[in-house]
């Protein structure tokens, strides 16, 4: 089997391709979501790429010297594609073949991934037989919760810690006499307000600047025919937007890539009452069953969903190669130092 570099335009992707993401279901990790990704999030350096075999699609970049997965810092997961119908066995062929083309190069560097992806093994296990090393470490955390059958908001409310859980409460109370709560679905004229208020919101945060401002909207866009996205806004008397965030549905769960709350009006806690609006609409009129806080170990998130997954990264090393055998090193003298590292607790002697 043969693998090649094949360039990705950052227009649109190629009709070559599309057979890879035939089986994509999930939109934050398929065509959409790789078209707003190609022309609004990559660095202005930055080439995108992909690594092809008969039964597999590696979405690549290469900036700067190193080639690395074609991911960002929107990006919630990454996967290698395989072609309709690829078995472990042409998956770990597959693996030997892309070995043999990123042998005499530094690491390619993959993040993003899912550890119980079943595409990993044996694609892994060819690398490995091609003469690559692959090398783990964690990349960023995911704060999910699947929901018992039948839940409703009531009882998923129950479950929230107290402090939470009584706050929400307090807070839904009054929010019918100071906000107004907006949830868009569908493209057309209303949506493009909506996002003008998102990036308003945005902009009025106290987060730093996107590195790609055009991205989300871009994607909500993309999203909105499908009925895959639900915009929400929590406006004051005066129709001013306050909080602003988007959850992406599929397959009976909803994801939030992105959640803002103006730092100006923070006392009134906008961003609380958006969560806890968003979440009980999505429970009854979406019926949604697992509920998803995207990238990242904020503590706030552990208030709103119970479970802690970590997304991996992986070097794919050659140790024939300086950069290779460097990063070996550095690899095996991280593991020394953890090893090493003094035991905390009232057992330590």
């Not at 073949?97 to 993003?112: F, G, I, K, W």
């Not at 490995?128 to 059958?149: D, Q, S, T």
């Not at 939030?256 to 730092?263: G, R, S, T």
Request: glycine share 10%; charged share 20%.
């Amino acid at each position: 089997m043969q693998a090649m570099f094949r360039d990705l335009p950052r227009a649109s992707l190629p009709p070559w391709c599309a057979p890879y993401w035939q089986g994509v279901e999930d939109p934050l990790g398929g065509e959409l979501w790789y078209a707003a990704t190609l022309a609004h999030a990559l660095p202005p350096g930055a080439s995108p790429l992909a690594a092809v075999t008969t039964a597999v699609l590696l979405p690549l970049r290469w900036d700067g010297g190193v080639l690395s997965s074609l991911t960002t810092e929107y990006s919630l997961g990454w996967r290698p594609l395989p072609a309709p119908g690829a078995d472990a066995a042409a998956l770990t062929d597959s693996g030997r073949a892309l070995a043999r083309l990123l042998r005499r190069r530094p690491p390619t560097r993959l993040e993003a991934l899912d550890p119980a992806d079943p595409v990993l093994p044996p694609l892994l296990a060819g690398l490995r037989a091609g003469g690559l090393v692959p090398l783990r470490y964690g990349h960023f955390a995911n704060w999910r919760e699947a929901l018992p059958a039948d839940t409703g908001w009531a009882a998923y409310l129950a479950t929230r810690p107290p402090a939470q859980r009584n706050t929400i409460a307090r807070k839904l109370a009054r929010a019918g006499r100071e906000f107004r709560f907006e949830c868009l679905a569908a493209p057309g004229a209303a949506l493009e307000p909506g996002i003008a208020a998102f990036e308003a919101v945005r902009a009025g945060s106290w987060k730093p600047d996107e590195p790609a401002p055009g991205f989300d909207a871009a994607l909500m866009r993309a999203l909105a025919p499908s009925g895959a996205l639900r915009l929400g806004l929590l406006r004051d008397r005066e129709d001013r937007p306050l909080a602003a965030q988007y959850w992406v549905l599929h397959r009976g769960g909803a994801t939030i890539p992105k959640l803002f709350h103006l730092e100006a009006a923070r006392a009134a806690s906008p961003g609380t009452v958006l969560t806890a609006l968003m979440i009980r609409r999505l429970i009854e009129e979406d019926g949604v069953q697992a509920l998803d806080f995207g990238r990242g170990d904020d503590g706030y998130k552990r208030l709103w969903v119970a479970e802690r997954r970590q997304r991996l990264g992986l070097l794919l090393v050659d140790p024939l190669h300086p950069a290779g055998a460097l990063a070996l090193a550095r690899h095996a003298a991280g593991r020394l130092r953890r090893a090493l590292r003094p035991a905390s607790g009232p057992d330590a002697a």
